[in-house]
């Protein structure tokens, strides 16, 4: 099973700054199947980010998804209020478990 | 416009079982792999399993053997038994589709609460 460590668990910013967010996983991430999602309280994930750097539809373009391997990122240009919320980040191995990281809070 | 409703949550005893369903609007559900995620009150997402399209299976340790994850395409609806239910397993029960390696469109949750 692949275990996925988000770093940090908060994160404190200020809307007009920019987040980065680290997804480390403990074995190689097939093909870079790696995705992000947003969770804000009381609402259901929504995908941000799929196979690592790939927009899901309607996402604006300050956020973005960058590594590979075992390291991975999620930035986010220029926080607007909205984007405060919490990020888990996900991995589809060429076998399930799917695991999710733990989750930053975005605070 | 793609539509996911889970229901079927509640509040059982430890050891009893309960069935949720969500039920999919706005694709063509034979062609897609469902999951269950779940998330315990105050933690993060716990993925619990999935169905694919052809019917093959998979599921987290935590819910193995207990937990059974079926689809019925005629009526375009994904179901979880869950039997042998420990207090663990309260949480929000979420279903969600796959598509490319992610799962892109999640339903609103049910809420299965285990306790005495």
């Known amino acids: 099973e692949i275990v996925l460590t988000q770093s940090p668990d908060t994160l404190s910013l200020s809307p007009g700054e920019r987040a980065t967010l680290s997804c480390r996983a403990s074995?190689?991430?097939?093909?870079?199947?790696l995705a992000w999602y947003q969770q804000r309280p009381g609402q259901a994930p929504r995908l941000l980010i799929h196979?690592?750097?790939r927009r899901a539809t309607g996402i604006p373009d300050r956020f973005s998804g960058s590594g590979s391997g075992t390291d991975f990122t999620l930035t986010i240009s220029r926080l607007e209020p909205e984007d405060f919320a919490v990020y888990y980040c996900q991995q589809y191995g060429s076998a399930p478990p799917y695991t999710f990281g733990q989750g930053t809070k975005l605070e | 416009e793609v539509q996911l409703v889970e229901s079927g949550g509640g509040l059982v005893q430890p050891g009893e079982s309960l069935k949720l369903s969500c039920a999919a609007s706005g694709f063509t559900f034979s062609d897609s792999p469902m999951h269950w995620v779940r998330q315990a009150p105050g933690k993060g997402l716990e993925w619990v399993g999935r169905i694919r399209n052809g019917y093959a299976t998979a599921y987290a340790e935590s819910v193995r053997g207990r937990f059974t994850i079926s689809r019925d395409d005629s009526k375009n609806t994904a179901y979880l038994q869950m039997n042998s239910l420990k207090s663990e397993d309260t949480a929000v029960y979420y279903c969600?589709?796959?598509?490319?390696?992610?799962?892109?469109?999640w339903g609103q949750g049910t809420l299965v609460t285990v306790s005495s």
């Open positions: 196979v690592t750097s």
């Open positions: 969600s589709r796959q598509t490319d390696s992610c799962n892109d469109y």
């Open positions: 074995q190689s991430v097939y093909n870079g199947y």
